[in-house]
């Protein structure tokens, strides 16, 4: 059974970074999109990143560009994302998602698996 699992959330001070990592068990994201998602306490989840396949395409919410960084190595089956920094609204939890297919297109749409996510706190 295909599973994502989340790490490297925590607390974080304003302006600091973590590097969260989705790594994948039960078969290979190197033929797939991988989305990250964020969802805040009260508000609905949302699509911040993704990486196509080969890594060609690379979308970013407004709200992340010139902050965030998504990668992945297919080797380790394992896709990044970078997060510098980091404001307090954007303490959540922290979503990443295999689409359907190897292109981001509507990085909301053709999900087919999720991981459980991990949780990022930006607090002084």
């Known amino acids: 059974q295909f599973q994502l699992v989340e790490s490297g959330g925590g607390w974080v001070q304003p302006g600091g970074s973590l590097r969260l990592a989705c790594s994948a068990s039960?078969?290979?994201?190197?033929?797939?999109?991988v989305v990250w998602f964020r969802q805040a306490p009260g508000k609905r989840r949302a699509a911040i990143s993704c990486?196509?396949?080969?890594?060609?395409?690379?979308k970013y919410a407004d709200s992340v560009k010139g902050r965030f960084t998504i990668s992945r190595d297919n080797a380790k089956n394992v896709v990044y994302l970078q997060m510098n920094n980091l404001k307090p609204e954007e303490s959540a939890a922290y979503y990443c998602?295999?689409?359907?297919?190897?292109?981001?297109?509507?990085?909301?749409?053709?999900?087919?698996?999720w991981g459980q996510g991990t949780q990022v706190t930006v607090s002084a």
């Open positions: 039960g078969g290979s994201l190197e033929r797939y999109a």
């Open positions: 990486i196509s396949d080969t890594s060609l395409t690379i």
């Open positions: 998602a295999k689409k359907r297919w190897s292109m981001c297109g509507d990085m909301t749409i053709d999900i087919d698996v």
